[in-house]
């Protein structure tokens, strides 16, 4: 079997404290502005920019324009957690989802790995799944770690939602180390929590 996801072997990424950061979000957390077209038509985040790197061009980032929003004093660790799966990150949001997440494609190409850590999550079901064999396999994580990458060219994704619950995403954008990242995807730490086909 091919493994498609695969938890990080790094710490459990958390502000080093909840209720600074609590405020910084509710202060200049807004919904994204989205600009060109892709699986959505319209925009189902709120969040922010928490990072953006010297190659960062707002003009060829992606889909949507957000602010900015400097955390590294309540994420110290940021950056180092996933600085070796990538040559160059050129930028970091931090989302919160405000609609269902139908299964898509971010990307097509083999160049492109996704990177994600699920920051806050009130649902106590997990809600980011993998459209395999026609059947969603849900990605879990384990109580140490909260950061994966998943190879997103070989199967769709889709995210539950349930307005009940709060959900918030950290996203990295930049160039993949991919020695790097084979060499994690070859490792049997966190095998179970590794979705495969």
Avoid at 102 to 118: A, G, L, N, Q, W
Avoid at 144 to 154: A, C, G, P, Q, V
């Amino acid at each position: 079997m091919k493994t498609i996801s695969k938890v990080l072997d790094v710490p459990k990424l958390e502000p080093i404290n909840w209720n600074v950061w609590w405020d910084i979000w509710h202060e200049h957390a807004e919904t994204l502005i989205k600009y060109q077209k892709n699986h959505n038509d319209i925009a189902k985040w709120i969040g922010f920019d928490c990072y953006r790197g010297e190659t960062y061009n707002p003009v060829t980032e992606g889909y949507y324009h957000s602010k900015f929003v400097d955390c590294s004093k309540v994420f110290p660790n940021l950056l180092n957690n996933v600085a070796s799966i990538f040559h160059n990150i050129y930028l970091i949001r931090i989302l919160q989802s405000t609609s269902t997440f139908f299964p898509h494609y971010d990307f097509k190409d083999e160049e492109h790995i996704s990177v994600r850590t699920m920051l806050y999550d009130e649902n106590p079901s997990s809600t980011f799944y993998y459209v395999i064999n026609g059947e969603k396999v849900y990605q879990t994580l384990p109580q140490d770690s909260n950061t994966w990458i998943y190879k997103d060219h070989l199967v769709q994704h889709g995210s539950d939602f349930d307005s009940r619950y709060k959900k918030i995403l950290i996203t990295y954008y930049g160039f993949i180390n991919r020695e790097q990242v084979n060499s994690i995807f070859d490792t049997s730490k966190y095998d179970e929590y590794s979705a495969k086909i």
